[in-house]
């Protein structure tokens, strides 16, 4: 993704990539800010309730504190077969979920998960890396299975829902 006319406050855009970099499993490189560009490694963003995911994103910082998207690498997000919802009996019950599903090649690997909630849904966006284009890869699907944890402390009882890339399970609190 080239130049576009996204804009958001410093601030705005601060609390995105901290919500982001903080509720990401395992670890993730900092974003830096240095002559009017915002630098962030990986984020991922939830348009019209699908989860998109990015790599190598550049911010500039205009005279009025917006910023306008330089380029933004699209990761290209894994399939997923299956989810399924495994819940702690202890007090408050700890919820994570199994993803089950192919990567495009061997070659890529899974990146951090992007987990978002809004009320009783969750949305995980779930992307591999990109192979360089010098890289070559038997072009075979590789299978995977990968265990992410639900932030639900202190969340109200009731029926939630967790989708993963499109495929989506319910459970109850």
């Known amino acids: 993704m080239k130049a576009s ?13 901290s919500a982001f970099l903080f509720s990401s499993t395992g670890f993730a490189q900092p974003a830096t800010f240095k002559e009017g560009i915002l630098q962030i490694p990986q984020t991922a963003a939830l348009m019209k309730g699908e989860a998109q995911y990015y790599n190598d994103i550049q911010l500039a910082l205009d005279t ?9 690498e699209p990761s290209p997000l894994v399939f ?13 019950p700890q919820v994570s979920i199994v993803v089950r599903g192919n990567k495009s090649v061997p070659c890529v690997e899974l990146q951090n998960p992007a987990i978002f909630r809004d009320g009783f849904s969750f949305t995980v966006s779930l992307a591999e890396t990109k192979m360089g284009p010098a890289e070559t890869c ?4 590789e299978p995977f299975e990968t265990h992410i944890r639900l932030d639900t402390v202190g969340l109200e009882s009731g029926l939630y829902t967790v989708n993963v890339n499109g495929k989506e399970e319910g459970f109850s609190l």
């Open 80 to 92: 997923v077969d299956s989810v399924t919802v495994i819940m702690t009996k202890s007090l408050p």
């Open 5 to 17: 006319s996204f804009t958001c406050s410093f601030l705005q855009a601060l609390a995105v990539v």
């Open 64 to 72: 009025n504190g917006n910023f306008t998207v330089l380029e933004a």
């Open 138 to 141: 038997i072009a075979i699907i």
